[in-house]
Structures are given as C-alpha cells and as structure tokens.
T-cell receptor, first 116, second 112 residues
Framework: GAVVSQHPSWVICKSGTSVKIECRSL??????MFWYRQFPKQSLMLMAT?????????EQGVEKDKFLINHASLTLSTLTVTSAHPEDSSFYIC????????????FGEGSRLTVL | LAKTTQPISMDSYEGQEVNITCSHN???????ITWYQQFPSQGPRFIIQ???TKVTNEVASLFIPADRKSSTLSLPRVSLSDTAVYYC?????????????FGSGTRLLVRP
C-alpha cells in the first residue's frame, strides 16, 4: 500500500533555531499533502494544506511566517518551524491521499519536536 | 465540513466485541465516512471507509444507517493491542484536495 514517510522522527533544538521536517510519498505522487500537529492527549489539528507548485493554504490561527511549507515536487513537502520556541514543541504529522479511487488518507509516522 | 461527535473513552475486555458510534448530523451527500486508529507517538492508520449500509474488512465492520447521520465501528474480539484512539472522520473521500478535520476521537482501553 501507499506509504508516507517523515524525517526526522524526532528532533531536539534550542529556542530560536529553525527546524525542517520532510514528508515524502514513497510510491505515489501527491499533489496535495496535509500537515497536522498534535499535543499530548489531544486530537490532531490541521495546520495547512500543502499544494504542489503553489502556496500552502493555512488554517485559521496558524502563522504562515512561523510554519513555512514548501511542496516543491509531487513526492515531497517540507514544514519549517522558524525561530522555534518551547510552545512549538509538539508532534507534527503529514498525510496524503494515495489512491484516488478510494480517497484513503495515508499518514506519516510523525515527527516529535522538542524545543529547549 | 461535517462535525463529528464520539464518546471520549470506552473500556472493554479482551475477546469482547466493541462498538464505537459516531454522530455526524451535518454529513453532506458526497461525504464518505472513514475511521482511523492511532497509537501513541504514531501517525493515524486507516481502518475502514464506507458511504452507506455495511462495510466489512479483515479488521472491522462499519455500519451506516440509511440517514447516514451516524455510523458505528465494530471491532470483533478485541485484544490488548487494540488499545488506541479511534477517530471518525467525514469528508469527500474521492477528492484528493479535500481536507479532513479530526474530532476528539474515542480512547479505547482493552483490559486483560
């Protein structure tokens, strides 16, 4: 089945630095990918929709200058957390639809960001 | 975007059948109903998807009444490894750009 891979799976950084998380569709092309964040014991919150070759669409309340999304190819979307602060510490998950016939949404393994 | 309502948590014992019901009163005509399972520190995993009536696969069944305003995920003979959070989502499943919004999910605890 379709596979979505994220890297890194976990990252620790100092406050003020920027962190990039990659999301790849391994065996299919994804014109659209979605980025979620999840705090402990909470549900997934949609941050933005990443569109190949165009600007991402951000959900209300999500700072686009803070969370930079680049979808440069049909198999890769990146999320960059700029000038990270401890409150940005979270579990970030990407997803994409692998089969246009079923609409099944495949999720990456997630990336845990800890900002010291 | 249809909003979903699920029980916050459920308890069960190994070997029992578990039924988790989800309400989605505002479901649209072209919306599909999809259930996902999530373990701690992992991305959600697809369980089952349906549009109406009943769908069954190797791990679960999905029951959808005629009015489609609710759905029930049925897990037969659960084991300890089924302890997870289960999410019900509704959306236009065939549209690759259609975003899915997660509700609160149901935290299932399976006891020995």
């Amino acid at each position: 089945g379709a596979v979505v891979s994220q890297h890194p799976s976990w990252v620790i950084c100092k406050s003020g630095t920027s962190v990039k998380i990659e999301c790849r569709s391994l065996d299919f092309q994804a014109t659209t990918m979605f980025w979620y964040r999840q705090f402990p014991k909470q549900s997934l919150m949609l941050m933005a929709t990443s569109n190949e070759g165009s600007k991402a669409t951000y959900e209300q309340g999500v700072e686009k200058d803070k969370f930079l999304i680049n979808h440069a190819s049909l198999t890769l979307s990146t999320l960059t957390v700029t000038s990270a602060h401890p409150e940005d510490s979270s579990f970030y998950i990407c997803s994409a639809r692998g089969d246009p016939n079923t609409g099944e949404l495949f999720f990456g393994e997630g990336s845990r960001l800890t900002v010291l | 975007l249809a909003k979903t309502t699920q029980p916050i948590s459920m308890d069960s014992y190994e070997g029992q059948e578990v039924n988790i019901t989800c309400s989605h009163n505002n479901i649209a005509t072209n919306d599909y109903i999809t259930w996902y399972q999530q373990f701690p520190s992992q991305g959600p995993r697809f369980i089952i998807q349906g549009y109406k009536t009943k769908v069954t696969n190797e791990v679960a069944s999905l029951f959808i009444p005629a009015d489609r305003k609710s759905s029930t995920l049925s897990l037969p003979r659960v084991s300890l490894s089924d302890t997870a959070v289960y999410y019900c989502l509704v959306g236009a499943g065939m549209d690759s750009s259609y975003k899915l919004i997660f509700g609160s999910g149901t935290r299932l605890l399976v006891r020995p």
